[in-house]
């Protein structure tokens, strides 16, 4: 099976602003951004300041209004700056809706490939993965055409299995459109296949998707993905105080099957779909209730568990679980951006809608109670997040949706 996921915007509510004002040699910003370091530099360099003078840019930071990788990039700081610089004034620039949706910098449009052998016993083995997509390093050196082996570490050559042989392989692309970070970038198209493929290989064993990720991922063990020569990176955590320990991702498959009761019987027209990634040192599954109807999606119910470690304040991590259910509902149901001889079709929430209050669920997050190292939890809740609800829409209807967002196929 091929999954794909189309380019997605990360359509902040707050656009892009900034303010700038220069009084002779020095400048001074005040702008919601996620990397100030990295927007003081880009300003000094505009305005021609040697690396030591950097400290005469005073960058003020402030509430964001929303980013998700967004306001990791300067470039509308710069604008602020060259208007200032021009004009001799304050100047404040607040981006357009049209001007974001157009002018941003996108999650690379992704293809992913799985292959695997399902044995006379219902067991799975010998898997292939390959995935192709414009990559982050292409930013910054316009000859790459594959991604790093960080970028391969995100959901892609670290999968848990226990099988004879796993064959992960990625290919070049060119790139046209300007990628971007999107919050758990790489895992959102890695994420989905998986969560996806792992349903088919169950519908097809004829056996419970809970049952097909447990036999997956097989005995209680930390796995390596370093053994064979691939430079993992482990999101730059210890990978011995973070390690890819399987009995912790058993653990939150059984957990999140339980708490959902995703094996209960269902009227006809609504189904279950579960997923599970681990991400950026976190574990998180996903499970989605839908119904099917007169070609209409209604999505019903939605649950993640997560196992993060150590939970410092509760209500902020069940906050940001839920924030990721509601994002994971924009892509799944209706994020794609498409370009049309160089310029973005979309421009507002009129083309490029986002989650409506009417179109979410209860939502519902279970928490593991662990002693391990805190890991993230701002990123890990989105992956699981499309493909629980493309499997539902699955048990639900009988129609596979390989290739999001589920609009082109479904009212949503």
């Not at 996108?106 to 044995?119: Q, V």
Request: with cysteine; glycine share 8%.
């Amino acid at each position: 099976a091929t999954y794909t996921v189309p380019y997605i915007n990360h359509a902040p509510m707050e656009t892009p602003a900034a303010t700038a004002m220069i009084d002779g040699d020095k400048c001074t910003v005040w702008a919601g951004t996620q990397n100030p370091q990295w927007a003081q530099g880009m300003v000094a360099q505009e305005l021609g300041l040697k690396r030591e003078d950097a400290h005469k840019v005073e960058l003020h930071v402030t509430l964001m209004g929303g980013a998700f990788g967004r306001k990791s990039k300067g470039d509308f700081i710069v604008e602020a700056v060259e208007l200032a610089k021009a004009t001799g004034r304050p100047v404040k620039v607040i981006w357009s809706r049209e001007d974001d949706i157009q002018h941003g910098f996108y999650h690379s449009s992704a293809a992913n490939y799985f292959k695997a052998e399902i044995l006379d016993n219902g067991k799975v083995d010998n898997l292939i993965s390959r995935n192709a997509y414009p990559p982050i390093g292409w930013l910054f050196n316009d000859k790459t055409k594959t991604p790093s082996d960080s970028q391969l570490s995100l959901g892609f050559a670290d999968l848990p299995f226990d099988l004879n042989t796993l064959s992960y392989e990625n290919h070049e692309v060119d790139s046209f459109v300007r990628p971007g970070w999107v919050r758990s970038v790489a895992c959102i198209n890695n994420g989905f296949a998986l969560g996806s493929f792992v349903d088919e290989l169950a519908v097809k064993a004829q056996i419970p998707p809970r049952k097909m990720w447990l036999d997956l991922i097989g005995s209680d063990r930390v796995v390596d993905p370093t053994e064979n020569g691939f430079k993992y990176s482990n999101y730059n955590l210890d990978p011995k105080a973070h390690p890819i320990d399987t009995k912790r991702i058993k653990n939150l498959i059984n957990l999140i099957s339980d708490k959902a009761n995703v094996e209960e019987k269902l009227p006809d027209g609504q189904g279950w779909g579960i997923s599970f990634l681990r991400s950026f040192g976190s574990f998180v599954a996903a499970a989605t209730k839908v119904e099917v109807k007169n070609k209409k999606v209604t999505v019903l119910e939605m649950h993640t568990a997560v196992d993060c470690g150590i939970v410092i304040t509760p209500d902020r991590v069940k906050a940001q679980m839920e924030g990721a259910m509601v994002f994971g509902l924009s892509i799944a149901l209706m994020g794609e951006i498409t370009v049309d001889k160089g310029i973005v079709k979309q421009s507002n929430f009129h083309d490029y809608p986002v989650t409506r209050i009417n179109q979410v669920p209860k939502l519902f997050v279970h928490l593991v109670d662990s002693d391990a190292p805190p890991g993230g939890i701002g990123e890990p809740g989105v992956p699981p997040v499309a493909p629980s609800i493309t499997n539902a829409i699955y048990h639900a209807s009988k129609i596979r949706i390989r290739d999001l967002p589920v609009n082109k196929v479904f009212q949503v």
